[in-house]
């Protein structure tokens, strides 16, 4: 079966990377979420996806330049203001100890493309392990190299590559840095690569998905799993496939 990913939670319609949209990802059913890390000044993880605030929230500047106690003081409901109460960013260890009461599984995307931040392999690691959650965590990113560090930190935590292009035999890439899956922009996957790559043993689970027809093909296909901005939708989706079967 196919697995629904909330993509930043519940991001088509509540604030992304927010608690609120996680936690309505959850009432919608979701099976797991997605979520970015960035770091802050003094070295606190933070739930956001860009390296700046100034698209989610009413602050400006790099994440990087703020401290963690500054940066809670913004307000994350950006375009949804018809929400009366405010959203913090939050700290990626407060997701992990809500995750705790729930069994959805999280996939972390290390945002330390852009900026290296230091140490932030070893600082989520080490929260995972605080929060026992190493069974139930993917750990993603665009720079492939900090998922190999990550693997080798603690081969027991999941890695995904990220692809924005397609590559040739992912799976084989794949299983090169160990990874046990990877994780392509939509529009790049081929049938016949999810079939493969399935048949080898390699998961794939496909971001970001939001139209109807794309999920229908990625769930009759079989694909692992996929992120989508509307977990809802995809749940619905999902349900009529299995209907039809």
């Not at 927010?18 to 003094?42: N, R």
């Not at 605080?130 to 990550?150: D, G, K, P, Q, T």
Request: aromatic letters at 8%.
């Amino acid at each position: 079966m196919t697995l629904i990913f909330a993509h930043r939670g519940f991001a088509a319609s509540f604030p992304e990377n927010t608690m609120k949209s996680f936690t309505e990802a959850q009432k919608a059913g979701a099976d797991g979420i997605e979520l970015d890390v960035q770091m802050t000044k003094d070295g606190e993880l933070v739930v956001i996806h860009d390296e700046k605030v100034d698209r989610t929230t009413d602050g400006k500047g790099y994440v990087r330049e703020y401290t963690a106690s500054d940066l809670r003081k913004l307000d994350a409901r950006y375009k949804f203001q018809e929400l009366h109460k405010k959203e913090q960013i939050p700290f990626l260890e407060e997701v992990l100890n809500w995750l705790k009461g729930n069994s959805m599984v999280c996939n972390i995307e290390l945002k330390n493309g852009v900026f290296p931040y230091k140490g932030m392999e070893e600082k989520v690691i080490s929260l995972i392990r605080r929060n026992r959650l190493e069974n139930r965590i993917i750990l993603s990113s665009f720079n492939h190299y900090s998922l190999v560090h990550a693997f080798r930190l603690s081969p027991e935590i999941e890695i995904a590559p990220l692809l924005t292009d397609g590559i040739y035999m992912p799976w084989i890439y794949a299983e090169s840095i160990r990874a046990k899956g990877f994780h392509p922009h939509h529009r790049t996957l081929h049938d016949s690569i999810i079939s493969l790559s399935l048949k080898h043993g390699i998961e794939v689970r496909p971001y970001t998905v939001n139209n109807e027809h794309a999920m229908e093909r990625f769930i009759k296909l079989r694909t692992s799993a996929i992120i989508t901005d509307d977990p809802a939708k995809g749940l619905a989706i999902r349900k009529a496939c299995m209907q039809e079967n």
